[in-house]
């Protein structure tokens, strides 16, 4: 997976594979303590009632590179344009139904100072949250693993 990143062409992603991209966005105010992540509880999932998610896209051949498709569905979902893709963090593998699935993971930094303008279609909440009070939302444990992962890479705080 190394050859797959921001700039890879939605078109150039193998076709045998169901594609997925999660975003993990970041805001530092200031001090280590308070590094946050935005986390949304969409309107209807495949997920429990009541659980919180960070953002996840399916790539749109509209989209030209995986990069177009996380600035696009981040201002499609939240409102948010002052971000930066920082860098990929690990990816996620998995089968469901006879297809394989691949969740390419981003750690996005938002240096905005705009509020969350979220989509009422699809999600009903959001909240910006310290990454020490994560233990406090009902999130997946995989997408736990996603935001710790992305919350690693250390130029997303600089």
């Not at 797959?4 to 805001?27: C, E, M």
């Not at 971000?83 to 394989?100: F, M, N, T, V, Y």
Request: with cysteine; hydrophobic share 35%.
């Amino acid at each position: 997976m190394e050859d797959i990143n921001i700039t890879t062409k939605i078109g150039d992603l193998p076709q045998d594979k169901q594609w997925r991209i999660a975003i993990s966005i970041f805001r530092n105010q200031g001090s280590p303590a308070r590094k946050m992540v935005l986390l949304m509880k969409r309107r209807t999932c495949y997920s429990p009632e009541g659980t919180w998610q960070i953002p996840v896209l399916r790539p749109d051949d509209s989209d030209t590179t995986i990069g177009d498709a996380i600035r696009r569905y981040i201002a499609e979902q939240t409102g948010l344009r002052g971000i930066d893709i920082i860098e990929q963090a690990e990816p996620l593998g998995w089968s469901w139904g006879g297809r394989a699935y691949i969740q390419l993971n981003f750690g996005v930094r938002d240096r905005s100072v705009s509020l969350v303008s979220i989509n009422p279609d699809r999600y009903i909440d959001y909240r910006w949250v310290r990454l020490s009070h994560l233990r406090w939302f009902e999130i997946p444990s995989t997408t736990k693993e996603v935001i710790q992962g992305a919350s690693r890479i250390e130029s997303i705080w600089y």
